[in-house]
């Protein structure tokens, strides 16, 4: 087994009144989020399902960013580490060759926990501040509500990877696909008045109110009968999908896995020779539109 490094407490959990809080803490680290992070996500989610106190679940990041998404290259990165499969019924990743070993373990921590999470049966609202990249645009997805600062920024820029984007591809529902395209195609950041004026964000507020503003929210979802919600959010989900979001994810899935193959094939690694550095050059030089 791979050491991992000590990080004390990467998930914090927190109860005010009917709300959760469940606040990911590597802000040294812009919060990227390893495995560790994945499974103690999903710890204090349950944790949160199983209190029938609790009426609704903010997630948050602690520090300047929301999430800088994947981690590819912190100290703490543990791609070889065992973890029981939570989310999908499948074998571990570990000690498996080739492309079944990645295969396996996104299918688990990437894929499955977003599925997981979005199926959770209390509101779920997204808090995001400063940086929400890649992959954890996929947290905030998974979310029923984004509320933003006004000065958070998205993108996904995984495309620089030879790789269509990241595994819970949720883009043309949560963007439409003439959006997710041109985010996609150019890598290009969009901010939170942009993300609003397309749908993907709920509300934008000014940096040091966010907290109360997605307090204030939850607390308002709190009021409403807790059965009702879970029915209401089971309804949308299930209309998101008759849409098609969870056949076409499964279409992209094999997209996302075939670009890792074929960059394994003719190049150096399965990420297309980019790292944390290379990718963050990238977005600095595209900045925000």
């Avoid at 407490?9 to 680290?29: C, D, F, L, S, W």
């Avoid at 919060?31 to 560790?36: D, E, I, K």
């Avoid at 998404?69 to 499969?85: A, E, S």
């Avoid at 993300?195 to 964000?201: C, L, N």
Wanted: net charge negative; with cysteine.
């Amino acid at each position: 087994m791979t050491d991992i490094p000590d990080e004390g407490e990467v998930v914090t959990y927190e109860r005010r009144g009917p709300v959760a809080i469940v606040t990911m803490n590597r802000p040294q680290y812009r919060n990227a989020q390893n495995s560790v992070m994945t499974y103690a996500l999903d710890d204090a989610f349950t944790r949160a399902v199983e209190d029938a106190e609790v009426k609704a679940i903010l997630l948050a990041g602690n520090g300047e960013h929301f999430s800088a998404g994947h981690d590819i290259g912190t100290p703490g990165r543990d791609h070889h580490v065992h973890y029981d499969n939570k989310a999908v019924l499948w074998w571990d990743h570990v000690d498996r060759p080739g492309g079944e070993q990645r295969f396996a373990r996104e299918s688990e921590v990437y894929l499955g926990m977003c599925r997981r999470w979005r199926e959770i049966p209390k509101p779920t609202v997204a808090v995001v501040q400063g940086a929400c990249i890649a992959g954890a645009m996929m947290l905030a997805w998974s979310c029923d509500l984004i509320v933003a600062s006004d000065d958070a920024f998205f993108s996904d820029p995984v495309v620089r990877m030879g790789i269509p984007g990241v595994e819970y591809f949720a883009h043309p529902w949560m963007l439409g696909p003439r959006r997710a395209k041109e985010i996609l195609f150019t890598g290009d950041r969009f901010t939170a008045a942009q993300a609003y004026e397309w749908g993907m964000v709920n509300r934008v507020v000014p940096r040091d109110e966010l907290e109360t503003h997605a307090l204030a929210l939850a607390e308002k979802i709190s009021a409403m009968p807790q059965f009702g919600l879970a029915l209401a959010k089971k309804a949308v989900n299930q209309c998101e999908d008759l849409m098609g979001m969870r056949a076409g994810m499964d279409a992209v899935f094999g997209l996302h896995h075939f670009a890792h193959a074929h960059n394994a094939e003719v190049g150096a690694d399965s990420l297309g020779g980019m790292n944390i550095e290379s990718m963050k050059a990238g977005a600095d030089r595209n900045g925000t539109k």
